[in-house]
């Protein structure tokens, strides 16, 4: 049986094929149309994971659609007239979309595809579940999925147990966490679903100055995990903005301006919401474990992307052992949605898999040495065959000289984070990789920190984790650090084994690396390990500053040539900068860079 899962019209749209409940492909629209974050419908995304497959839109046996669109339309009807005449204005934006697309969508599966077969629509929520709890190693656990909004619910719980999933109770909206953090993403001057993990990144340089204000006036957090926001202080159900005034007047001022220069507010309005939003989500899964009584949890949402509240709920909290969706976020509702329509719409049975059925979420496209060597010889690019044999050992050597490596291995990965298949590596050990890297290749701001990939096997003398963390998701103290300083100083003081991977708290997002998911970048970090006895690489996401993460080899070429990278690993050939005649005049410096970007 093939099953198709589609998710579009918000952010990250995607699509996944399930043959038999077995994941065969899934990727987001944004890696095919380069336009980060796509919503749009995935044409591109649905001809890769049928061509993965093998089959046609004939050869589908179900579609499913990630929620129910009349609902969602009720929704926002519902909210518009509440809010008349405030609304208007967002109405008449969003409403050519809904009445030409968003409310036809069995005949545009029917123009698009050429299918007339069945369609299965589970809510939203559920879909978060389905894709939280079904690839799961348990075979019971309870589940929580927080986010924005869906239909409109924005907070769920429940729990599965075999090839079933039951919600229990939900907080509708506009009663939000995921939207409570977008506000103040919005008020530090951030784009609003993207810019959530800068202000995650941001928070440990502030103080949690503003956490009383927040609980007095904005949520009121309650012991059984439930929440309502005080609406008075936000504009995001009938405007186009997130806050007005009365939020302002409340923060001392207006909102910062994209770009801006960040302030001591900004810092301490990061760190005391992210507080917050760890104490709510603290309190649900306390609530969760007593009222379903699971020893294990799941997590699905966009709030699930927060790896620092994750970390907490596996140290602090009642759950034995926690697994999240590596695509937590609305592109892993096509996955869910299709789970839904294996398990529960069609009745087949589940057999966890002992690790989780996500394949190391390595289910995107792969390009063949073949199509790479003629990519290479299309562009008449000088190159150097060293053999995947080799190929370890070499980018090692180059790691430990200090050279910045483009990796491209492998399928792609499905979700935000690069996990060793479409990444940038760089040494750890040296204090000024963090902003190096930052400025001269990512052309992003200096404050965000970088994620280590360690080999599973060593991470515990690195980081106090408490579990695995294959997918970058969760944050613990690295051990042996100290940091000194306030604010942006104290990124020139940290003291640590691993200062390019250390963030100001001390902290990092960890990626635990398995020999038997990505065999060829653990044996990149055993070679790294024998050069310098350190099992850790810098591993950020191979992309630059708005760009979705590279997907053919065309990609990680052009993201190459146009910063500060030295080396290219594409497949078995290496391409280094040195190799061409005008590599110093294809980049630019730090200092063009920060003043273009506006960045410290």
């Given at each position: 049986?093939?099953?198709?899962?589609?998710?579009?019209?918000?952010?990250?749209?995607?699509?996944?094929?399930?043959?038999?409940g077995?994941?065969?492909?899934?990727a987001?629209?944004?890696?095919?149309?380069?336009?980060?974050?796509?919503?749009?419908?995935?044409?591109?995304?649905?001809?890769?994971?049928?061509?993965?497959?093998?089959?046609?839109?004939?050869?589908?046996?179900?579609?499913?659609?990630y929620?129910?669109?009349?609902?969602?339309?009720?929704?926002?009807?519902?909210?518009?007239?509440?809010?008349?005449?405030?609304?208007l204005?967002s109405?008449?934006?969003?409403?050519?979309?809904?009445?030409?697309?968003?409310?036809?969508?069995?005949?545009?599966?029917?123009?698009?595809?050429?299918?007339?077969?069945?369609?299965?629509?589970?809510?939203?929520h559920?879909s978060?579940?389905?894709?939280?709890?079904?690839?799961?190693?348990?075979?019971?656990?309870?589940?929580?999925?927080?986010?924005?909004?869906?239909?409109?619910?924005t907070?769920?719980?429940?729990?599965?147990?075999g090839?079933?999933?039951?919600?229990?109770?939900?907080?509708?909206?506009?009663?939000?966490?995921?939207?409570?953090?977008?506000?103040?993403?919005?008020?530090?001057?951030?784009?609003?679903?993207?810019?959530?993990?800068?202000?995650?990144?941001?928070?440990?340089?502030?103080?949690?100055?503003?956490?009383?204000?927040?609980?007095?006036?904005?949520?009121?957090?309650?012991?059984?995990?439930?929440?309502?926001?005080?609406?008075?202080?936000?504009?995001?159900?009938?405007?186009?903005?997130?806050?007005?005034?009365?939020?302002?007047?409340?923060?001392?001022?207006?909102?910062?301006t994209a770009?801006?220069?960040?302030?001591?507010?900004?810092?301490?309005?990061?760190?005391?919401?992210?507080?917050?939003?760890?104490?709510?989500?603290?309190?649900?899964?306390?609530?969760?474990?007593?009222?379903?009584?699971?020893?294990?949890?799941?997590?699905?949402g966009?709030?699930?992307?927060?790896?620092?509240?994750?970390?907490?709920?596996?140290?602090?909290?009642?759950?034995?052992?926690?697994?999240?969706?590596?695509?937590?976020?609305?592109?892993?509702?096509a996955?869910?949605?299709?789970?839904?329509?294996?398990?529960?719409?069609?009745?087949?049975?589940r057999?966890?898999?002992?690790?989780?059925?996500?394949?190391?979420?390595?289910?995107?496209?792969?390009?063949?040495?073949?199509?790479?060597?003629?990519?290479?010889?299309?562009?008449?690019?000088?190159?150097?065959?060293?053999?995947?044999?080799?190929?370890?050992?070499?980018?090692?050597d180059?790691?430990a000289?200090?050279?910045?490596?483009?990796?491209?291995?492998?399928?792609?990965?499905?979700?935000?984070?690069?996990?060793?298949?479409?990444?940038?590596?760089?040494?750890?050990?040296?204090?000024?990789?963090q902003?190096?890297?930052?400025?001269?290749?990512?052309?992003?701001e200096?404050?965000?920190?970088?994620?280590?990939?360690?080999?599973?096997?060593?991470?515990?003398?690195?980081f106090?984790?408490?579990?695995?963390?294959?997918?970058?998701?969760?944050?613990?103290?690295?051990?042996?650090?100290?940091?000194?300083?306030?604010?942006?100083?104290?990124?020139?003081?940290?003291?640590?084994?691993?200062?390019?991977?250390?963030?100001?708290?001390?902290?990092?997002?960890?990626q635990?690396?398995?020999?038997?998911?990505?065999?060829?970048y653990?044996?990149?970090?055993?070679?790294?390990?024998?050069?310098?006895?350190?099992p850790?690489?810098?591993?950020?996401?191979?992309?630059?500053?708005?760009?979705?993460?590279?997907?053919?080899?065309?990609?990680?070429?052009?993201?190459?040539?146009?910063?500060?990278?030295?080396?290219?690993?594409?497949?078995?050939?290496?391409?280094?900068?040195?190799?061409?005649?005008?590599?110093?005049?294809?980049?630019?410096?730090?200092?063009?860079?920060?003043?273009?970007?506006?960045?410290?």
């Open positions: 049986m093939n099953i198709l899962g589609i998710s579009c019209w918000y952010h990250d749209a995607a699509a996944c094929l399930l043959r038999d077995r994941i065969v492909a899934a987001q629209e944004e890696r095919f149309t380069r336009k980060k974050h796509d919503p749009s419908f995935p044409r591109n995304a649905i001809d890769y994971c049928l061509r993965e497959g093998g089959v046609t839109a004939k050869d589908l046996d179900i579609v499913a659609f929620d129910k669109p009349f609902l969602k339309f009720e929704r926002l009807l519902e909210t518009y007239l509440s809010y008349t005449p405030k609304g204005k109405f008449i934006k969003a409403m050519p979309l809904w009445l030409k697309l968003k409310l036809w969508i069995p005949d545009l599966l029917s123009k698009e595809l050429d299918y007339d077969g069945p369609l299965v629509f589970p809510e939203h559920e978060h579940a389905a894709s939280a709890f079904f690839p799961s190693p348990f075979e019971r656990a309870a589940f929580i999925t927080t986010d924005g909004v869906g239909e409109w619910a907070t769920s719980y429940g729990a599965g147990e090839n079933r999933l039951r919600i229990q109770a939900e907080i509708h909206f506009p009663h939000s966490l995921g939207l409570l953090y977008s506000a103040f993403t919005y008020f530090c001057g951030f784009r609003v679903n993207s810019g959530e993990y800068k202000l995650m990144g941001l928070a440990p340089y502030g103080e949690p100055r503003y956490v009383q204000t927040i609980r007095d006036e904005l949520i009121d957090l309650k012991d059984d995990g439930s929440f309502r926001l005080n609406m008075a202080y936000f504009t995001y159900p009938a405007g186009l903005t997130m806050t007005g005034k009365k939020f302002a007047g409340l923060f001392g001022g207006p909102p910062r770009e801006g220069e960040l302030t001591r507010r900004e810092m301490d309005l990061a760190r005391s919401v992210q507080m917050v939003t760890e104490e709510a989500l603290m309190n649900m899964a306390r609530h969760v474990h007593r009222a379903t009584g699971e020893a294990n949890l799941c997590l699905a966009g709030v699930a992307l927060n790896c620092v509240a994750n970390g907490r709920i596996l140290r602090e909290g009642p759950f034995e052992r926690l697994w999240l969706q590596p695509a937590a976020g609305d592109a892993g509702g996955l869910g949605a299709a789970l839904m329509a294996w398990h529960e719409h069609s009745g087949h049975p057999a966890p898999e002992p690790d989780d059925a996500m394949q190391g979420a390595y289910l995107g496209p792969a390009f063949s040495d073949d199509e790479i060597e003629a990519f290479l010889d299309r562009e008449d690019l000088p190159c150097e065959y060293v053999g995947y044999d080799a190929l370890p050992d070499r980018v090692a180059l790691l000289e200090q050279k910045v490596v483009g990796w491209f291995q492998g399928r792609m990965e499905f979700g935000p984070r690069a996990l060793g298949a479409r990444s940038i590596l760089a040494d750890p050990r040296g204090r000024e990789v902003r190096l890297v930052n400025l001269k290749i990512k052309f992003r200096s404050f965000r920190p970088f994620a280590p990939s360690v080999l599973a096997e060593r991470a515990d003398d690195y106090a984790l408490g579990d695995d963390s294959p997918y970058m998701l969760l944050v613990g103290p690295v051990r042996n650090v100290s940091i000194e300083g306030e604010g942006l100083e104290r990124l020139r003081h940290i003291d640590s084994p691993v200062p390019a991977v250390t963030h100001v708290d001390g902290s990092a997002r960890v635990t690396v398995h020999q038997e998911t990505n065999p060829l653990w044996q990149l970090l055993r070679a790294f390990e024998a050069r310098t006895g350190c850790v690489v810098v591993n950020t996401s191979f992309n630059v500053r708005g760009e979705p993460i590279v997907c053919t080899p065309e990609d990680a070429y052009t993201c190459f040539r146009r910063t500060h990278m030295d080396v290219l690993a594409l497949g078995p050939y290496l391409v280094t900068k040195t190799m061409f005649a005008d590599a110093e005049e294809s980049v630019y410096t730090a200092e063009q860079i920060a003043e273009a970007y506006g960045l410290d």
